[in-house]
């Protein structure tokens, strides 16, 4: 599959590469497993001399062994004398560095906790000394989400405070998902897209994944994903279990519950008889799985709360993967597409109002987005989206069937909330599958 957009990523690791001409840089990445942080890099710097060092959980020797080699066949010189630490590497490269410029990416970064967590200080100490003497761009990648902002975030730790730039790399935006399909299957429809969209949301690898086997259709994706040789199945596992650690359990049941409509803190409490207050905010602040949502124009320390899963993929797998794994262990395949075919117009009318919040806000000039909702979830609605400083709204039905939509009753659910946008300018929107 070719290499889509990111240009706005590449522009910003390019810009950091000529300012460390001049001195070293470091720069961390982050993102989620599969997203394409590796993929970015190896493109960015394929014309480029680039060290790349994978941070396996082995023994610290080995994995020396294997950076001494990488440097001698990327940089074409013999580096004498044994490295039997990371600091050695690393103070060896930074020397370099002053009488010759290169790219050093370190994947996985992370993961010397795992080997040697005093690996960061002695980082910290080679780091100060030589960053002003040096001409390295040092590019640190990692995509356990909590860790690696401990690690760079965290005034406690050795190398807080020494990054000079940090880069999230987030899922494909809807323009690249319809840009791929139109590529790999021009006669797509609105159900091929809103599927897509459902089920990869926009992450690299799983977007590569279905495009390898020629999934474009809601069926043929449910028979890709739902299958004995599927990659898929263990995913939601292989991408959080090392995030979670022991008490994966519980944030797995958590995740479960908001994927399948208990949105609430109460909801939970009620069905798991524990406090989840603890859980939720972990999974809001420090793993960035989850986001707290209010009624628009509510109060920010308001009690009116419900969560939501932030990836598209990760809230299909705890739907329907996670929350019926007895059946997917057995090999019951059938019964598992079964229940997604079942739900399948409930769960993916919810994600397509997901698409069109994400539509929204990249076509319109807003300064808020959101849902509106009153006590006992009374008048809800789907998308409100203001301009707070032109003093202009929309607010916005979404179901897959436009016939299914009735402004009048829109405007009524909409009294309340009108009142509160008295000197705004309102525009009424139907959205279906037609607007897509």
């Known amino acids: ?157 050795p190398l807080f405070g020494r990054a000079t730039a940090r880069l999230q790399v987030k899922q494909f935006d809807i323009q690249t998902i319809k840009e791929i399909l139109k ?61 979670f650690g022991k008490d994966y359990g519980n944030y797995f049941s958590i995740l479960m519950l908001i994927a399948s409509s208990k949105t609430s803190r109460s909801e939970m409490e009620s069905i798991m008889n524990i406090s989840v207050g603890g859980f939720l905010d972990k999974l809001e602040n420090e793993f960035g799985l989850i986001a707290k949502v209010r009624p628009i124009l509510s109060k920010p320390a308001g009690k009116n709360v419900k969560y939501r899963i932030n990836d598209n993929f990760l809230n299909f797998w705890f739907r329907f993967i996670y929350k019926y794994r007895g059946a997917v262990e057995m090999g019951n ?23 069109f919040r994400e539509k929204i806000m990249s076509e319109e000039n807003l300064s808020k987005i959101g849902s509106y909702w009153e006590s006992k979830n009374k008048n809800e609605i789907d998308i409100v989206g203001l301009n707070e400083y032109e003093k202009t709204a929309i607010i916005a039905e979404v179901k897959r069937n436009a016939d299914n939509i009735n402004l009048y009753d829109l405007r009524n659910k909409a009294n309340n909330l009108v009142k509160q946008l008295s000197n705004y300018n309102i525009e009424y929107r139907a959205l279906s599958m037609d607007n897509m």
């Not at 597409?337 to 919810?350: A, P, V």
Request: with cysteine; glycine share 6%.
């Open 183 to 243: 590529d790999y299957s021009p006669g797509f429809s609105n159900e091929d897209l809103l599927a897509f969209y459902l089920f990869t949301g926009g992450v690299a690898k799983y977007v590569e994944l279905l495009v390898g086997v020629k999934a474009f259709t809601l069926k043929k994706i449910i028979n890709e994903i739902v299958s004995e040789k599927s990659l898929f199945l263990e995913e939601g596992r292989n991408v959080l279990i090392e995030e």
């Open 333 to 355: 395949f059938d019964y598992v597409k079964n229940i997604i075919y079942r739900d399948y117009q409930t769960y993916s009318g919810l994600i397509l109002e997901r698409y």
């Open 1 to 157: 599959m070719k290499f889509y957009n990111r240009e706005k990523e590449t522009a910003l690791l390019e810009e950091i590469e000529q300012k460390s001409l001049e001195t070293s840089q470091m720069t961390f990445v982050v993102g989620r497993r599969r997203i394409g942080k590796t993929a970015l890099l190896t493109n960015v710097f394929a014309n480029k001399t680039t060290l790349y060092f994978f941070v396996e959980k082995k023994n610290e020797i080995l994995l020396c062994d294997e950076f001494k080699e990488e440097i001698q066949h990327k940089l074409g010189i013999t580096v004498y004398g044994e490295m039997r630490s990371f600091k050695d590497i690393f103070g060896y490269l930074m020397d370099l560095s002053k009488n010759r410029h290169f790219t050093l990416i370190i994947d996985e970064f992370q993961e010397f906790k795992n080997i040697n967590s005093a690996i960061y200080s002695e980082m910290q100490h080679v780091w100060d000394k030589n960053k002003d003497t040096g001409k390295m761009n040092l590019i640190l990648c990692g995509s356990i989400y909590s860790l690696m902002n401990k690690i760079f975030q965290d005034s406690k730790e």
